[in-house]
C-alpha cells in the first residue's frame, strides 16, 4: 500500500511542546496517524493533547513502544534530537526543522547511518501514506489514497502538485518532502527504489529543483533500475545563478545546478517532464 | 556567506596556514603606503570583490616596483567585476612559483559529508580539470566524528606532493584547514593556487571561504565579516520580515508561500511570456501584517507593473487567507493590478469573498499567470 | 597509577564539578588552621591514602566543632590502613545528604570501550550491588569517536534521578567527567557517593581516579602527582633499567625473560613448596650488564637465599645468554646459590657452557625449580 | 591447515626502519613469510633486507597488493598507524608494539572494526602458522606444523609451551599470542571460535593470566560452543593483588582476576588445566 509508514507507524514528536511540534501533533493525531509519544526535555509528565510527554526519547522508547519520530526542535538542538533518536532505537526519523547548520546534519546522519536509522529532512514537510499516516505538516485532506508515489524537494508545490493529482481523480501511495536543504537524508534515488519495490505503487511523480546534481544522478538511476513511469517537474528554470532560493539547497554554483540540464538528464532517461504543474497529472495519464 | 580574499587569508593566518604578507588597501596612496610599510620589490595587487574570474577580467596584476604599483593600483580600484565596483584591493609579495596545485575542503550534497578536493593541477578552474582530466582530481571524504587524523592528512598530502618535506608541509596544513573548516562551519576552504615556491614552501596563495548561512548563528565573528551588496541589502531586510527575497529584472511581483511554489511561479511567468520582479516566498502563515510587508517591497521597486500573489491554502485555510489579504490591503495605496490565486483547503470560499473586489481572482496557476502576464504586456 | 582523593577533587574543581571545600592537612595544626580558614562548622576528617576500604578501618570521621576535629585529625593521622601509614588527611566541610548514588567512567575490557556505569545504590561498594542487584547496575559504552554528546549524558543523568533541575546537574557534570576521562588518559574515574545534599545540590563526596601508566608520557601533569610508596620506588628504579618489577616476601629471587614465564615461574616455586622473593621479568634481550643490574636489585633483599635465573631462549640463542651470564657473574660477588634453567634455541650448548661453573644449571623448569627450592628449605 | 594467516598471506611492516621493525622484517622473512613491503613515513623509496619502503601504508597496498599489516612504530604513533593500515583496506593487523595508550588502542580498534579490519594485539609477539607464514616476533624454529591451535596472553611462556608441545611431537596449526593489555584485538572467543571451524585444527591450548575476566567467558564459550579438546594453563597464581605483573592486563583489581576464579571456571566448562606447563602435552595427549 505505501512506503515506509502506514496506518500500524508508531510516532514520538520531538519538541512537542513547542507552537510548531503542539500543532502538528495534534493535527497529525487528527488526521488518524498513531501518535503514541512526546518528548521535551524538563517537561516529562505532562501532556499535549492527551499524548503523554517524556524527558527523553528512551522513555518513549520504553514506555510507548515507537520506531519512528518527528523533529520539531529548534535549529541547534537538531543534532542532537537526532543522535538520541537514532540512539533509542527509532529507525525512522523525520526532520522537519528549517536552518539546521550543514555540518550538524553531516555528524547526525552518519551518527544514525551507522545506529540503522533513516532520516527524512531536515527542513522538509514531512511524508504521508494518505488515509492512514501522515508525519509531517502536510495539509492531509488535500491527499488521496492511490497508486503514485511522490517525491518532492519542496513543500507547496507538492501541495500544488498533489491537489492536481486528486483533483484528477489521481491517488498517492506514498508522498514524501525530502526537504531542501544541501545535505538531507532519505533521496531521490533511495525513494526511486522503495517505490520501484513497492507492489502498490504504479507510478512516480518526483519533483526536483535547481542546485545540486541530485536530479542528474536520479535520472541516471531511473534510466538503468526504474520500470514504472516517472513524471518529473523542476523548479528555478527562471533563477539567477548563486542566490539561493528560498532553499538552503536550491542555489546555482559555478554554473551547475540549473534545472536545464536536470531537464535534459531526466528527458535522456525516459522520464516525462511537465512544464508546468498542472501538466502532471496530464502526462501521467498517458503513461499509465 | 562569502568573504573576501583578504579575510579568509586573516583566518588562514589565524589558524597557522601559510600566506604571503599582504595589505588591503581602499587608495592608490595606501597600496603605496602598504608597499613601503611592507618592505616589498615585486608585489602584486589584487581586486577584492566577492566573484570569481578576477584573473580574466583583468582584476589581478603583477608590479616589478613602487612606481608600476602605484599605477596598477590606480587601474584595478574602480573597475567593474562581473557588475561588482572594486572598491578596495589586496597588496601583497609576489612569490616566485615553481608549482601550482588545487585544494579544497566542501561539503559534498551527495557523498552527505565533508569532501577533501585535491589536484596536481592549480592555477585553473578546477571545474575545467574535472572535464577534461577527470583522473588529476583526487576526493576523499571525511567520517565527520574522526575528522582529518595524521594518517589521513599524510595520505592527502601524498597525493600532491613527491618530496617528504612538502608531505610534512601539506600535511600540517591540511589538519590546520579542516580544523578552521569545522570551527567556523565553513562550506568551502579553497586554495588555488596552493603554490610551492622556489624556495620549497607551501604557500596559500589565494583564499576562498564560503560559509554555511544557517551556522552563522554560532558564528557572531563570521557574521561581522559580511559585507552585504545593495541587492543583499534588500534581501536581509526581507529576511528580517521573515520572507525569502531575490531581486530580479522583470516587471510582475511576485507574492508566494513556499520556495518551490514561488520558483514555479517564477518559471511559469517566464513560461507565459512574462518576466518576474523576484522571488518572494513569505513562509508559512500569511497574516495581514506580513502581506502589508512584503506588498512594500514589492512596490519599492519601480519596475513592476502588476503583483500576482499566489497561495497554496493547506493548513490555513484559503478563507483566512483572503481574509487576511483584505485586512492587508485596507492599510495599501497603490494603483498596481494585483491577481490572487487562492488553493487548496476552502478555495471555493476564498474566492468568493475576492468577488465583487478590485483584485482579479484566478482558479488555478495558469489562468492566473496568463492574466498577469497580460496585465503588464497589454500588446499580446 | 592512583592518586588521592584530594588531588582528586582538584582535577574535578579544574573541570567544573562541584565537590565540597576542603583542605589536606598533614598534622592536628593545619586541621586546625584549616577548619578556621574554611569557616567550617560540622567537618568530615579523612585519611588519605591510596586504599580502598577507609571508612571501614576508621580512617572516616565525623567531626561536630572545632575541638572535636583536633581529635578526630590526631586520631586519624598516624594510624594503619591496609599497611598504609596516614600522614595526611582531608579536612572538609560535612555535607546534610538527602541520597546517595554511584557514578564511574571505566575502560571495559570486554566492551573494549570506555564504559559508564550507574546506581541509585550509591555509598556502598559498587561489587557488592553488582553481586545482589545487577538490575541496579547501568552500564552505557561510549563510543569513542562520539563521546558523550547532550543525548547521551541526559539519559544517563535520567537513570539516576527523576526531578530534572538534578538531571540537568547530572548531565553537565557527566559531560566534563567525561571531558576530564579523555583529557587526562584516565582509566577510572569514580565518584561514589556522589550525593544530593539537602539543598538539591549535586556534589561528587568522593574522588578516585586512576591513570593508564602508559599514557603518563603524554600527562607530565598527572605523572607528577605520583607518590610512589618504598615498594614502588624499587619498582620504578627496576623500571628505570628495564625491568618489570613486584617486591614479594618469599626467599627465592627469580629472573626471568617474560611476562608470563616470570608469573608460571613463581607458580612454579609456590607449587613445589617454595617461596618468590619477587617477579622479574628482564624483558627481550639479555645483555650482560641487564643480568648485573637485576643481580642488584635481587640481591639488594637480604631475604633471598637462592637465586632462579629462567631464560627461555628464542630470537636470543641460549649460548649468546650462557656467554652473557658468565660475563655477567665476573663482576658480581655473591655467596647465593644460584640455579640457571636455559631453554630454547641451542640450549644444549649454553648448558654446556655452563658446565663446570658454580652454578647449578637444570634441563627444565621442574627440575630448576624443584632444585633451587631444596636450596632454600633444606630440611625437606 | 589454519587460521589467519597461512604461505599465501603478504605483509606489510609497518615501521620498518625502526631497530625492532627492520631486525623482525629480515628474520620473518627468513622464515618464509611473504613479507612484500614496509612503511616508514619519509623514508619512503628506501630498502630495509631487499623489502621496497613507502611512505604510507596506502603506496604499499598500491603497489604491493597486501592484506596484512604488523607494527612496530613508537607507542604514540600506534593509533595512527592502526587506522591508516584500517584505512588502506588492511585486514588483518598486528601490533606487536608495547606501551601504547588504552585510549589510543580502544579508539583504533573502534575505527578498524568499523572498516571490517580484524587488530592482534597490541604488547603481543604476533601469530605464527608453522612452516607457512611467521607474523611477529616469536622464534620460528621451536615451532612445528601440527593440529593443535595455541591461544595465549603472553610471549615467552607460549614458547615454553609450544617448545613442550614440538618436543612431545604435537604439532602446532596457528598459534597466536593476543597480547597482554588490558584493551586488545581477537581475543579468546574470537579465536576459539576460529580454531573450532578449522577443519585441520583438532585440539586447542588456551594460556590465560591474571587481570579481566576473558579467562571465565572464554569456558562459559567452551561449554556452549567448543567440541573440541582444550588444555589450559593460567599464570599468576601467586601474584599479589593490585600490583601489575609485567603486563598491562596482568593486575588482580578488587578482587577480582584471580587465577583461582579462571581455573575453576575452566574445568567447570571441561576444559584439562596444568598446573605447570610441562604438564600441557601429557594432558593434551590424554584427550586426543
Request: charged share 25%; aromatic share 6%.
Amino acid at each position: 500500500m505505501s512506503i515506509l509508514i502506514n496506518k500500524d507507524t508508531r510516532v514520538v514528536v520531538q519538541g512537542i511542546t513547542g507552537r510548531d511540534g503542539g500543532f502538528h501533533a495534534a493535527k497529525m493525531k487528527e488526521y488518524g496517524t498513531r501518535v503514541v509519544a512526546g518528548v521535551s526535555p524538563g517537561k516529562g509528565g505532562s501532556f499535549v493533547s492527551d499524548i503523554p510527554v517524556y524527558n527523553t526519547v528512551y522513555d518513549a522508547v520504553r514506555k510507548d513502544g515507537t520506531d519512528t519520530s518527528i523533529i520539531f526542535v529548534p535549529p541547534m538542538f537538531v543534532k542532537d534530537a537526532i543522535m538520541e533518536a537514532a540512539d533509542a532505537g527509532i529507525k525512522l526519523i523525520i526532520c522537519i526543522t528549517e536552518g539546521v547548520p550543514t555540518l550538524d546534519i553531516v555528524a547526525a546522519r552518519h551518527y544514525a547511518f551507522a545506529q540503522g536509522a533513516k532520516i527524512i529532512g531536515p527542513n522538509c514537510p514531512g511524508l504521508i501514506t494518505p488515509g492512514e499516516s501522515l508525519i509531517g505538516i502536510m495539509p492531509g485532506n488535500i491527499f488521496m489514497p492511490g497508486r503514485t508515489g511522490v517525491i518532492s524537494r519542496s513543500g507547496t508545490l507538492t501541495y500544488e502538485v498533489v491537489y492536481n493529482l486528486t483533483s484528477s481523480g489521481i491517488g498517492q501511495s506514498t508522498a514524501v518532502g525530502i526537504g531542501g536543504d544541501p545535505v538531507a537524508g532519505l533521496y531521490f534515488i533511495d525513494l526511486l527504489q522503495m517505490f520501484q519495490d513497492d507492489p502498490e505503487t504504479d507510478s512516480i511523480v518526483m519533483m526536483g529543483e535547481i542546485g545540486g546534481d541530485a536530479e542528474e544522478r536520479a535520472a541516471g538511476f531511473i534510466k538503468e533500475r526504474i520500470t514504472k513511469p516517472v513524471v518529473s517537474f523542476i523548479a528555478g528554470q527562471t533563477a539567477p545563478p548563486d542566490k539561493r532560493m528560498g532553499h538552503a539547497g536550491a542555489i546555482i554554483s559555478s554554473g551547475s545546478g540549473t534545472a536545464k540540464e536536470k531537464v535534459e538528464a531526466l528527458i535522456a532517461a525516459g522520464a516525462k517532464v511537465a512544464k508546468e504543474p498542472a501538466e502532471i497529472p496530464l502526462l501521467l495519464k498517458t503513461m499509465l | 556567506m562569502k568573504i573576501h580574499e583578504y579575510q579568509g587569508k586573516d583566518l588562514f593566518s589565524k589558524y597557522g596556514i601559510p600566506t604571503v604578507k599582504g595589505s588591503v588597501c581602499r587608495s592608490k596612496e595606501e597600496a603605496l603606503l602598504a608597499y613601503d610599510k611592507l618592505g616589498l620589490s615585486k608585489a602584486v595587487v589584487k581586486a577584492q570583490v566577492l566573484t570569481g574570474g578576477r584573473g580574466k577580467a583583468g582584476g589581478v596584476k603583477l608590479a616589478d616596483n613602487r612606481d608600476e604599483l602605484g599605477m596598477v593600483a590606480e587601474s584595478i580600484l574602480g573597475m567593474g567585476i562581473k557588475g561588482y565596483i572594486v572598491d578596495r584591493v589586496l597588496v601583497a609579495e609576489a612569490v616566485d612559483i615553481a608549482a601550482e596545485y588545487y585544494f579544497s575542503f566542501v561539503i559534498d550534497r551527495n557523498v552527505k559529508s565533508v569532501e577533501m578536493i585535491l589536484s596536481r593541477e592549480g592555477g585553473v578552474e578546477i571545474e575545467d580539470v574535472a572535464k577534461t582530466s577527470p583522473e588529476k582530481i583526487h576526493k576523499i571524504p571525511i567520517f565527520p566524528f574522526v575528522g582529518v587524523p595524521d594518517f589521513l592528512a599524510r595520505k592527502a598530502s601524498s597525493l600532491l606532493f613527491d618530496d617528504y618535506g612538502l608531505i610534512v608541509q601539506g600535511k600540517e596544513m591540511i589538519k590546520k584547514l579542516y580544523q578552521l573548516m569545522i570551527e567556523t562551519d565553513a562550506s568551502l576552504v579553497e586554495i588555488n593556487p596552493l603554490v610551492v615556491s622556489k624556495n620549497g614552501d607551501l604557500i596559500a596563495l589565494d583564499a576562498k571561504i564560503n560559509f554555511d548561512d544557517n551556522a552563522l548563528y554560532r558564528q557572531p565573528e563570521i557574521e561581522a565579516l559580511f559585507e552585504p551588496t545593495k541587492e543583499e541589502q534588500k534581501e536581509l531586510f526581507a529576511k528580517s520580515k521573515g520572507f525569502s527575497f531575490v531581486q530580479l529584472k522583470g516587471e510582475i511581483g511576485c507574492m508566494v508561500n513556499g520556495a518551490g511554489l514561488a520558483m514555479a511561479t517564477m518559471d511559469m511567468i517566464k513560461l507565459y511570456g512574462g518576466n518576474p520582479a523576484n522571488f518572494l516566498d513569505i513562509g508559512g502563515s500569511s497574516n495581514p501584517n506580513k502581506v502589508v510587508e512584503a506588498m512594500k517591497i514589492l512596490m519599492s521597486d519601480s519596475d513592476v507593473k502588476a503583483v500576482l500573489i499566489n497561495i497554496f491554502g493547506g493548513i490555513t485555510r484559503c478563507d483566512d487567507v483572503a481574509r487576511g489579504l483584505l485586512e492587508a490591503f485596507k492599510q495599501i495605496k497603490t494603483e498596481i493590478p494585483i491577481v490572487i490565486r487562492l488553493a487548496g483547503t476552502n478555495e471555493k470560499e476564498g474566492r468568493e469573498m475576492l468577488h465583487d473586489t478590485h483584485f482579479y481572482s484566478a482558479e488555478t496557476m495558469g489562468e492566473a499567470i496568463r492574466k498577469v502576464v497580460e496585465l503588464t504586456n497589454p500588446k499580446k
